[in-house]
């Protein structure tokens, strides 16, 4: 396949297409995975979803709701030399339908990350290192999918298995460890104590609420795209984060399976 060939995509959040080339025929052909539900009775198929893909658009529509309610909400403060505010009653819907949207774009886009963390790992790959009492430790793909954090697959494996540097230190690392706190304060919720009283600690909200927040959470992207770049054949790899390069993998004719599809129409809207 040349370099200036194109394939038509339906969706970016397809998985990439694969190129399958049949030496005997000299022939290429572009096949799309795809599965086959079954519900009400029948059988739909349907080309199948990057899941890391599926995440980031979740995030980025979310981001862009909680961006557009932010600037309706609080856009004015800047204009004005009064510093004390409340939330009116007209207000607070909104306010609380951006609490719903940011922090549902911050779990999207964590479990992007994490996501795409998984898919990096090769099956046959084993990650060494020393536990605590310096004993050194082996893991395979399944052990460090289950047990190493997502932070130190980004700073050590990923680079480790692609070949680059670690964005540890920068400021995409910062952005993403706000982000990873953040995520943790959501899905782990804590309480507090004040006298008697126990209470669920809110005082993440008051972070949701600063200026540079949403561009923080928006880290996620330019991560993906970080290692994206330093494989651009990765068939696992989401797309839309630059040129892709599809690499032919060679097939035999006889090892297509006959499908019997000829009944098959498209579900009405």
């Known amino acids: 396949m040349s370099k200036k060939d194109t394939i038509q995509i339906i969706d970016i959040r397809m998985q990439r297409p ?9 022939l290429n052909l572009t096949l799309q995975m795809s599965d086959k539900a079954t519900l009400s009775g029948a059988t739909v198929s349907f080309f199948t979803p990057n899941n890391v893909s599926i995440f980031l658009s979740s995030a980025k529509k979310e981001l862009s709701k909680s961006n557009s309610i932010y600037k309706s909400l609080f856009g004015k403060i800047h204009k004005t030399k009064h510093k004390n505010f409340k939330i009116s009653d007209k207000d607070l819907p909104r306010l609380y339908n951006y609490f719903e949207s ?26 060494e290192k020393n536990n605590a009492k310096g004993i050194k430790e082996s893991y395979s793909k399944e052990l460090i999918e289950r047990y190493i954090p997502t932070s130190e697959k980004i700073d050590k494996i990923l680079p480790s298995i692609l070949n680059c540097d670690s964005p540890k230190g920068s400021k995409l690392w ?8 953040l995520r943790n304060d959501i899905i782990h919720p804590k309480t507090t104590k004040k006298n008697t009283e126990t209470k669920e600690d809110s005082s993440f909200l008051c972070i949701l609420l600063s200026d540079d927040f949403i561009k923080k959470v928006s880290c996620g992207f330019d991560l993906v795209s970080y290692f994206c770049k330093q494989d651009t054949t990765h068939s696992l790899f989401p797309m839309g984060f630059g040129e892709i390069e599809l690499k032919p993998v060679p097939i035999k004719a006889g090892d297509f399976e006959k499908v019997d599809d000829h009944d098959e ?4 809207s």
């Open 18 to 26: 694969i190129i399958a080339r049949i030496e005997e025929e000299n």
């Open 102 to 127: 940011i922090q549902t774009a911050i779990i999207s886009m964590y479990t992007a990350i994490e996501s795409f963390a998984n898919i990096c790992i090769p099956h046959d790959y084993v990650y």
């Open 174 to 181: 910062q952005d993403f460890k706000s982000l990873e706190s």
């Open 265 to 268: 129409i498209e579900l009405p």
